[in-house]
């Protein structure tokens, strides 16, 4: 799977962002004609380009250790009309998943590797290669299509889906053994309506049994993890899934944007970039550094800093407090950037302008933002199956929940670079304070809190104010989405809540779109930051948030163990967004701190802006 510019598309080409979002290490792919699960790191060919991005790279080594080196590009190559020239080598590797298959003819079902199906490769047309059941009947042998269920558990193990042991109920085969047919009885209406039989013994289970949470018989999981062909030990009841269900795979990223170095705290980034300059033995001290500095050129742009502070961000780095901090980091330096436009140097990758906040606004927006030229590089660490994982625990090594990319000690890991443009703004810190204490003695805030730390522990919950900024990133994206000439899916959310319970305050919002080309995107979302444009979006945003085709429903519901939310007023008529563009997979939302609903009128922050 590679990245394509030219000729017909290659079968199997993705883009590099899907490698993150949608396909990466660990994930099923389909395709034409059988599905494929992308192969562990341990698998992919040497690394040939790099990408950097000094802030990002500290981050990943806190997330997965120190032994972390480098951020790699996907790798491709410009295709040729010769299909044994090296770009059809060039790519990253997969292995058929599921290997269970069934034939279209005559619906046996079987392994690809059980003597039954031959696969049959066409180097011209790759999208022709596919496995056949070449002893089936007379004519032209048919095309096998791979069976539709896997299973998987919370700790992140994927599997084959149990045909044989299906089949007899748990129990051994009374024949001892038998070819088994997979068929559709029923209408065809429902995926689970299909039918499994032995022609050993007779014997027949419907998958829709298999579906039932209640049901006595239920396998237990292998601990298997096919994209690094390991098995280990787990606990967990191994769960159905349909093959393409999206809750088979979800990424976890990590992504920072690039920043001038004159921006604060960019000391700590040229110390992390010239690292292996820096921890030698030569360098023991202060005076010792001075004389690095004076007689090595590579030492060239740490001589605007002095000595004195360059020692210190020495010894942070190498204490493990730079890493210890990295993820705090990747946001608060882009904050005190965005809020001090008139410091930033105009970089090639970014570019910001102050806007006149519109007057209507100005006692709830205190300051907009137009960010021409921006650049996004985004990561990936780890996955999950079955439940997505929480925005803080992209940090926890511990957690079962989190797949490693490879075997044994993760070396480097695939980034993407992005360009393009976005909207800033920010909240006036006094008033959001006082928000923020009174929605904290809110019931509905209460439950809302509770909720996501009973699903995701002790530290899952952000500041309160992060509800509110939530909200409203959401609100804004929908009404974007009719404006700016991009959809949903090409804007994503980028919130900076902090209460200053560790550091200075935080509160605002950074929208933006970019794409992994070298010229990135043509200014539609740009253009929304002019003054008026602004307040007639923002107003238009809050007047439709009042609200929701699906009130009363939507506006009165609050979190419970039941349903397993993580959100209040909040659904797919109002404001949620494609998950690719959500940080936070559509929780920690309520439409009542915006303004006034249905069901909640005591915490909406713009009741005097409507």
């Given at each position: 799977?590679?990245?394509?510019?030219?000729?017909?598309?290659?079968?199997?080409?993705?883009?590099?962002?899907?490698?993150?979002?949608?396909?990466?290490?660990?994930?099923?792919?389909?395709?034409?004609?059988?599905?494929?699960?992308v192969?562990?790191?341990?698998?992919?060919?040497?690394p040939?380009?790099?990408?950097?991005?000094?802030?990002?790279?500290?981050?990943?080594?806190?997330?997965?250790?120190?032994?972390?080196?480098?951020?790699?590009?996907?790798?491709?190559?410009?295709?040729?009309?010769?299909?044994?020239?090296?770009?059809?080598?060039?790519?990253?590797?997969?292995?058929?998943?599921?290997?269970?298959?069934?034939?279209?003819?005559?619906?046996?079902?079987?392994?690809?590797?059980?003597?039954?199906?031959?696969?049959?490769?066409?180097?011209?047309?790759?999208?022709?290669?596919?496995?056949?059941?070449?002893?089936?009947?007379?004519?032209?042998?048919?095309?096998?299509?791979?069976?539709?269920?896997?299973?998987?558990?919370?700790?992140?193990?994927?599997?084959?889906?149990?045909?044989?042991?299906?089949?007899?109920?748990?129990?051994?085969?009374?024949a001892?053994?038998?070819?088994?047919?997979?068929?559709?009885p029923?209408?065809?209406?429902?995926?689970?309506?299909?039918?499994?039989?032995?022609?050993?013994?007779?014997?027949?289970?419907?998958?829709?049994?298999?579906?039932?949470?209640?049901?006595?018989?239920?396998?237990?999981?292998?601990?298997?993890?096919?994209?690094?062909?390991?098995?280990?030990?787990?606990?967990?009841?191994?769960?159905p899934?349909?093959?393409?269900a999206?809750?088979?795979?979800?990424?976890?990223?990590?992504?920072?944007?690039?920043i001038?170095?004159?921006?604060?705290?960019?000391?700590?980034?040229?110390?992390?970039?010239?690292?292996?300059?820096?921890?030698?033995?030569?360098?023991?001290?202060?005076?010792?550094l001075e004389?690095?500095?004076?007689?090595?050129?590579?030492?060239?742009?740490?001589?605007?800093?002095?000595?004195?502070?360059?020692?210190?961000?020495?010894?942070?780095?190498?204490?493990?407090?730079?890493?210890?901090?990295?993820?705090?980091?990747?946001?608060?330096?882009?904050?005190?950037?965005?809020?001090?436009p008139?410091?930033?140097?105009?970089?090639?990758?970014?570019?910001?302008?102050?806007?006149?906040?519109?007057?209507?606004h100005r006692?709830?927006?205190?300051?907009?933002?137009?960010?021409?030229?921006?650049?996004?590089?985004?990561?990936?660490?780890?996955?999950?199956?079955?439940?997505?994982?929480?925005?803080?625990?992209?940090?926890?090594?511990?957690?079962?929940?989190?797949?490693?990319?490879?075997?044994?000690?993760?070396f480097?890991?695939?980034?993407?670079?992005?360009?393009?443009?976005?909207?800033?703004?920010?909240?006036?810190?006094?008033?959001?304070?006082?928000?923020?204490?009174?929605?904290?003695?809110?019931?509905?805030?209460?439950?809302?809190?509770?909720?996501?730390?009973?699903?995701f522990?002790?530290?899952?919950?952000?500041?309160?104010?992060?509800?509110?900024l939530?909200?409203?990133?959401?609100?804004?994206?929908?009404?974007?989405?009719?404006?700016?000439?991009?959809?949903?899916?090409?804007?994503?959310?980028?919130i900076?809540?902090?209460?200053?319970?560790?550091?200075?305050?935080?509160?605002?919002?950074l929208?933006?779109?970019?794409?992994?080309?070298?010229?990135?995107?043509?200014?539609?979302?740009?253009?929304?930051?002019?003054?008026?444009?602004?307040?007639?979006?923002?107003?238009?945003?809050?007047?439709?948030?009042?609200?929701?085709?699906?009130?009363?429903?939507?506006?009165?519901?609050?979190?419970?163990?039941?349903?397993?939310?993580?959100?209040?007023?909040?659904?797919?008529?109002?404001?949620?967004?494609?998950?690719?563009?959500?940080?936070?997979?559509?929780?920690i939302?309520?439409?009542?701190?915006?303004?006034?609903?249905?069901?909640?009128?005591?915490?909406?922050?713009?009741?005097?802006a409507?």
């Open positions: 799977m590679t990245a394509n510019t030219s000729l017909r598309p290659r079968v199997g080409t993705i883009r590099p962002s899907q490698m993150l979002y949608a396909y990466g290490v660990g994930a099923l792919v389909d395709l034409p004609n059988f599905a494929v699960v192969a562990g790191l341990q698998a992919w060919s040497r040939e380009e790099t990408i950097s991005e000094p802030r990002l790279l500290t981050a990943v080594q806190a997330a997965l250790g120190p032994q972390v080196t480098k951020l790699v590009a996907i790798p491709w190559k410009e295709e040729s009309r010769n299909p044994t020239d090296d770009w059809a080598k060039i790519g990253v590797p997969v292995i058929p998943f599921p290997r269970w298959m069934r034939c279209t003819r005559c619906n046996i079902l079987s392994t690809i590797d059980g003597g039954l199906f031959t696969f049959k490769e066409d180097l011209h047309h790759p999208e022709r290669a596919r496995f056949e059941h070449r002893g089936c009947g007379k004519g032209k042998p048919p095309a096998v299509v791979p069976a539709r269920f896997v299973m998987a558990c919370v700790n992140g193990h994927l599997d084959e889906f149990p045909w044989q042991e299906f089949a007899h109920g748990y129990k051994p085969c009374a001892g053994g038998g070819t088994l047919e997979l068929s559709e029923g209408s065809g209406t429902r995926s689970t309506e299909v039918l499994v039989r032995c022609h050993g013994c007779g014997a027949s289970a419907i998958v829709l049994k298999a579906f039932d949470r209640e049901a006595k018989e239920r396998p237990s999981c292998r601990g298997r993890h096919p994209h690094l062909r390991t098995f280990e030990r787990c606990s967990e009841v191994a769960q899934l349909l093959l393409g999206s809750n088979t795979w979800f990424g976890i990223t990590l992504s920072a944007l690039f001038p170095v004159s921006a604060a705290g960019a000391i700590d980034d040229d110390v992390d970039a010239l690292w292996v300059h820096l921890d030698i033995p030569p360098i023991r001290d202060e005076s010792t004389s690095a500095l004076t007689f090595n050129p590579t030492l060239e742009m740490l001589r605007v800093y002095s000595v004195t502070d360059l020692w210190q961000a020495v010894e942070r780095r190498r204490n493990g407090e730079r890493a210890q901090s990295a993820l705090t980091d990747l946001r608060r330096p882009e904050w005190l950037q965005f809020t001090n008139s410091g930033s140097q105009g970089a090639p990758d970014f570019t910001i302008a102050e806007r006149t906040v519109p007057e209507r006692s709830s927006i205190a300051q907009v933002v137009a960010a021409m030229r921006l650049r996004e590089t985004t990561a990936s660490i780890a996955f999950a199956r079955i439940d997505p994982p929480d925005v803080a625990d992209v940090d926890d090594t511990s957690s079962l929940h989190r797949v490693s990319l490879t075997t044994g000690p993760t480097w890991v695939p980034a993407v670079e992005s360009r393009g443009e976005g909207l800033f703004f920010r909240l006036p810190e006094e008033r959001v304070r006082a928000w923020e204490d009174a929605a904290q003695k809110s019931p509905r805030i209460a439950r809302l809190r509770d909720a996501v730390l009973h699903r522990g002790p530290h899952a919950w952000p500041a309160t104010r992060y509800v509110l939530h909200s409203l990133a959401h609100a804004l994206i929908n009404e974007l989405a009719l404006e700016c000439g991009y959809n949903a899916a090409s804007l994503r959310e980028r900076y809540a902090s209460d200053g319970s560790d550091e200075d305050p935080m509160a605002g919002i929208i933006y779109t970019a794409a992994p080309d070298s010229e990135g995107t043509l200014g539609g979302l740009v253009a929304m930051a002019e003054t008026a444009t602004f307040e007639r979006i923002l107003s238009e945003a809050l007047h439709r948030s009042m609200f929701c085709s699906s009130d009363p429903l939507c506006a009165e519901h609050e979190p419970s163990d039941d349903d397993g939310t993580q959100h209040g007023a909040a659904c797919h008529s109002c404001l949620f967004i494609p998950e690719t563009s959500c940080e936070r997979n559509n929780r939302l309520e439409r009542g701190t915006l303004v006034e609903t249905m069901g909640c009128r005591d915490l909406a922050f713009f009741s005097d409507l």
